[in-house]
């Protein structure tokens, strides 16, 4: 297809502009707006391919699914590959599901839940990453799997409520750290 065949209306022209003045549109998207305008401007093939820094097959691809189904030839066609096994539903949905007890744990991780799934650690990521779901950082409270919690609630409560601990008991906080002195004031 010559160049000079190539004939681009006003309205997809002004779509095409703005398109290029767009922060938001894709850069892929981009390029191919420019490749589209600078063939119709009449810089030929190899004219626009060194302008733009593009090969020369790729101003021919895009100048020829442009003259072929006009604005919609420069969106992406599907990609090939292997078709999805699981929805992203699925994992998400499974996600709100808590994890069985039998694991001891108060959240999924994306290895956990990969295998419970029998899918990829790497695709539970995807996933989540997509849908913004951070399992680890729920607002809910989260209970201990431990099975001795109580006895050290019990334990820990009961030294707050008695401060005077029993006879031979070696008391100790972890939980405060004193303040580092002043090194401004030190004397002199």
């Known amino acids: 297809m010559?160049?000079?065949?190539?004939?681009?209306?006003?309205?997809?022209?002004?779509?095409?502009?703005?398109?290029?003045r767009s922060s938001t549109v894709p850069a892929g998207r981009?390029?191919?707006?420019?490749?589209?305008l600078a063939v119709a401007d009449g810089a030929?093939?190899?004219?626009?391919?060194?302008?733009?820094?593009?090969s020369r097959p790729t101003v021919i691809k895009w100048r020829d699914r442009f003259a072929t189904n006009g604005i919609a030839g420069l969106?992406?066609?599907?990609?090939?590959?292997?078709?999805?096994?699981?929805?992203?539903a699925a994992i998400i949905?499974?996600?709100?599901?808590?994890?069985?007890?039998?694991?001891a744990v108060t959240h999924w991780s994306s290895r956990l839940l990969g295998r419970h799934?029998?899918?990829?650690?790497?695709?539970?990521?995807?996933?989540?990453?997509?849908?913004?779901?951070k399992p680890w950082?729920?607002?809910?409270?989260k209970f201990s799997t431990d099975p001795q919690l109580e006895a050290k609630v019990r334990d820990v409560?009961?030294?707050?409520?008695?401060?005077?601990?029993?006879?031979?008991?070696?008391?100790?906080?972890?939980g405060e750290r004193p303040s580092p002195p002043d090194l401004s004031q030190q004397e002199r």
Do not use: C, H, M
């Open 2 to 20: 010559p160049s000079s065949a190539l004939v681009i209306s006003e309205q997809d022209r002004a779509v095409l502009e703005s398109w290029i």
């Open 30 to 36: 981009v390029e191919r707006a420019r490749i589209v």
């Open 44 to 54: 030929g093939t190899s004219g626009a391919a060194r302008s733009l820094g593009v």
């Open 75 to 88: 969106d992406d066609e599907a990609r090939s590959g292997r078709p999805k096994t699981i929805d992203d």
């Open 93 to 103: 949905a499974a996600t709100l599901d808590p994890p069985p007890e039998s694991l």
């Open 117 to 133: 799934l029998a899918i990829g650690d790497a695709t539970v990521a995807r996933a989540w990453r997509r849908y913004g779901i």
């Open 137 to 141: 950082r729920r607002q809910t409270f």
């Open 157 to 174: 409560v009961g030294l707050y409520l008695n401060p005077r601990a029993p006879r031979g008991a070696d008391v100790s906080s972890g």
